[in-house]
């Protein structure tokens, strides 16, 4: 609905084609995404920021005027973009109402990562598509080619998520989903498909969840009765040595690593301090000069940085969202 084929390929497609129009090249924007930036490692299978607008993405936008881009490059354009558009020197001046749009149809997409890492978004979700909807119909108006039905059914995610406080993952049945692949191999009658294949997959999809490791993984060492990793799997994240994290009351971390004592779990990293703001959901940051152990509740909640780049030693421009 809001990815693959959803409402941010969509509005990505149209704002770019309208700076683009307009003066601001897909070039200039490609220019920005080749800097140093770096992805949380759990998005490592995304490949590089740079790699979502390539030679052939290129030519084919400057044909069609579209983007095409996979569920996984939607959720990190919609961070990219937003940064180009407002950083960009007069994009925000001469485009108010597309940049405006686009900056909550981002904002959305962030409440939907971190309503996957058990934050309560029901309310502030269902605002920000409000938000969204008003603001798209004003820099789009009312031309038919501006909208499409996913427009409209997102309006009704907030319902569900005000009922469950949790955000529903999409239970993907495409055919070459290994999981769906292996709850058929001994099933004949497919006439009652919710009970014979989809009630097997939901029985291993859990069971893979409930077997999921937490804590360190990969390789570790011991010294003085801790245990150090540098990679930790928490609540269902894949967490890593570089990554950069928001703690609530505590600020941007960057991890250098892990310990664990008995049941006791923390993260080494060194705190970052907040600098200038550079747009609505950047800002600089620069590195203490001492890593520090904070310890990780088994209830605490965290969120990812969208993306960084590290500009010299020790200084970060982080795009929170």
Known sequence: ?????????????????HVHANGFTIQVLRVLLNASWKLPLFRSNAGSVSDLITDAREKHFNKKKELTLTA????????????????????????????????????????????KHAWDVSQELERKLQQHAAAYAAAYGAAGD???????????????????????????TERKHAMIKEAT???????????SVLGRALVMHEKMNTLRKYGLIGKTFVEDGIEFSVFCQFRGNLIGDGDIICLP?????LICGFAKREQELGI?????SRGAQLTSAAWSWRKDEDWRLFVLEASARFR??????????????????
């Not at 907030?158 to 529903?168: C, G, T």
Request: glycine share 4%; net charge negative; aromatic share 12%.
């Open 1 to 17: 609905m809001f990815l693959c084929a959803g409402i941010v390929a969509k509005e990505a497609s149209q704002v770019l084609a």
């Open 72 to 115: 996984s490059e939607c959720m990190d354009i919609a961070a990219s973009l937003r940064f180009f558009l407002e950083y960009t020197p007069g994009l925000r001046a001469r485009f108010p109402q597309h940049v405006t749009s686009f900056c909550h149809l981002a904002d959305a997409v962030h409440l939907i990562k971190i309503g």
């Open 146 to 172: 501006a909208y499409i039905p996913k427009l409209h059914y997102c309006r009704h995610t907030p319902a569900p998520v005000n009922m469950d406080k949790f955000l529903m993952d999409t239970f993907v």
């Open 185 to 195: 191999q001994h099933v004949d009658n497919t006439r009652v498909f919710e009970r």
């Open 249 to 253: 009351g505590t600020g941007a971390l």
């Open 268 to 272: 080494l990293a060194w705190p970052l």
């Open 304 to 321: 990812f940085a969208a993306l960084w780049s590290e500009e010299a030693e020790g200084e970060f421009i982080i795009v929170e969202r």
